[in-house]
């Protein structure tokens, strides 16, 4: 399919081929900045510039350039205005020829491809093993997955990793617990697995915690099994890949709430880099890069200072030998750049951890690991608060588990569909899985539409409202549309470029031919939020349409019934294509 020339890029050239016919000495990239206007269907402000660098009269410039305009076929009108701006108008029929065009690549709606993608890791959904997933889980996972949509419908090729806490000190400490209190262990007969066994481990865990810090012998002991668990001694070895193997049952169900794909081979965890370790250190102590102090090998930053005025360490590897998050952190940059071949690197995590990576990337920059062909971003979260503004916690003032929080959004969420579900003819089927999908949708969408680096307020009540900026009211505006659709008989979509379009028409022509500026640009700044906003105001245009434009009335002759069944079928698709690239399902019936 031919990639569809936005009416922005349209008007882009023209403009740029009256400013170079006006101003042969200009630059052949001169810039007409035009952007989106509420005066016009678009604005160009970069004549004043341009005037200025020429010394001429920025409004005569612009009325030379106006004469220069070719009209008619897309550009309908255009005039100066203030002193030197051009408001343009498109013509009604370049609106619907786009549309048109859009509607016939029925698999992308015109977004071309990027013109030169690369290769691109994202870390996220980065759980424990032994340790139940709570809130702070969410985030991670929900934008890092509309990050892998968006990216690879752009073109570039995603490598996912789940960089699991596999590894460490915890794994010799629960292992040596277990040994010492098997009856702790013990189902009986019963073979539990998922949520329930997680949370039996999760609770081993917190009880082999609390006697670490309080008992120094078994913690001795705790150590000494750590050590056997790095040199593979088996016992412990099988032990450990028993808790990996239970915790990936578990975590794969909690996706599967989430409506996520996490495929197995994707889960690369802290243990997956142990054989790097070793060469990783001695790469970075060989090169002058990290160096011995108090016997542990040390990274240093002049702009990175304690409280004492001291500048504050990366340490790669402690002085008992042992290694932190950072030697695996920076392996794992190795492999990523080297084995997987990646030209960026992007990792979803919280905020609280921009000191590690920015440590960490620079690191890897001064070992050459990362340079000008390979970037490393962290894409830093905030945090989900409660109504009251502070850290989401239950009563008790422990973190809200992931699958309880998806649960009662399911719950929440069915209540309203089973509310509207005679009126619009659901069977139970229909609203068990529309249940799921807007109250999954909710939850996805209110953490996506925040910009990552803020936090936000999780509200239930407000999520799964019809109205407002809601997933809900977008999967409503969709379920609408198919509403409508079946109901039209016989007539079919149909793009008619030869009528007039009222105000409407126009409005949501033009905002749908944004769609792919809107995607490239949410894929390109890691902004998924761009695109909620993109959706919401199409929704939102799709309302002020129903209200002045009725789609089947007997009034309106075939080949406008046709054209607005082509416009909201439009919207219906792209308002889908978008929500798809979110991670959320846009039921038929709603």
Known sequence: MTPVTSLTDLVHQRLANALSATLPEADADADPLLRRSD?????????????????????????????????????????????????????????????????????????????????????????NVAKEMHVGHLRSAVIGDAL??????????????HHIGDWGTQFGMLIQYLDEHP?????????????????????????????FDSDEEFKTRARRRVVDLQAGEPKTLAAWQKFVDESKIYFFSVFEKLDMEIRDADIVGESGYNDMLDETCRLLEE??????????????????KGPDGKRTPLIVRKSDGGYGYAATDLSAIRDRVFNLKATSLLYVVDVRQSLHFKMVFETARRAGWLNDDVSAYQLAFGTILGKDGKPFKTREG???????????????????????????????????DNGRY?????VKYADLSTSAVRDYKFDLDQMVS???????????????????????????????????????????????????????????????????????????????????????????SPEVVENRLFLVDLTARTLQRGMGLLGIRTPEKL
């Open 466 to 556: 019809l109205s407002g900026d809601t997933s809900v009211y977008l999967q409503y505006a969709y379920a609408r549309i198919q509403s409508i659709l079946r109901k039209a008989g016989e007539a079919r979509p149909v793009a008619h470029p030869e009528l007039e379009l009222a105000p409407a028409e126009r409005a949501l022509g033009l905002h749908l031919d944004q769609f792919s500026e809107v995607v490239a640009e949410a894929a390109k700044e890691y902004a998924p939020h761009k695109l909620t906003a993109y959706l919401y105001q199409l929704a939102s245009v799709l309302t002020t349409f129903y209200d002045q434009c009725h789609v089947l009335s007997p009034d309106n």
């Open 438 to 442: 807007v109250g999954i949708g909710a």
């Open 148 to 161: 892998v949509h968006l990216l690879e419908f752009t073109g570039e090729s995603v490598v996912r990793r």
């Open 39 to 127: 005066r016009a269907d678009f604005q160009a402000n970069g004549i004043l510039a341009l005037a200025k660098k020429a010394k001429a009269n920025p409004r005569e410039l612009a009325t030379q350039v106006v004469a220069q305009v070719v009209a008619g076929d897309v550009i309908k009108d255009i005039e100066v205005s203030g002193p030197g701006f051009l408001n343009i108008t498109i013509t009604d029929q370049a609106i619907t020829e786009n549309l048109a065009a859009r509607y016939a690549d029925e698999a992308r709606l015109g977004v071309p491809l990027a013109e030169h993608p690369g290769t691109t890791v994202i870390d996220y959904a980065q759980p």
């Open 183 to 211: 009856g702790e262990l013990d189902h009986g007969d019963a073979e539990i697995s998922g949520e329930e066994a997680m949370s039996n481990l999760d609770r081993l865990y917190k009880a082999a915690r609390k006697l």
């Open 398 to 432: 422990v973190s809200v588990k992931l699958e309880d929080l998806l649960d009662e959004a399911v719950q929440r969420a069915t209540a309203v569909v089973r509310d509207k579900a005679e009126k619009v003819g659901l069977t139970e089927q229909e609203i068990i």
């Open 287 to 304: 090169s002058g890069v990290a160096e011995i102090s108090d016997g542990a090998l040390c990274v240093f930053f002049d702009d990175i």
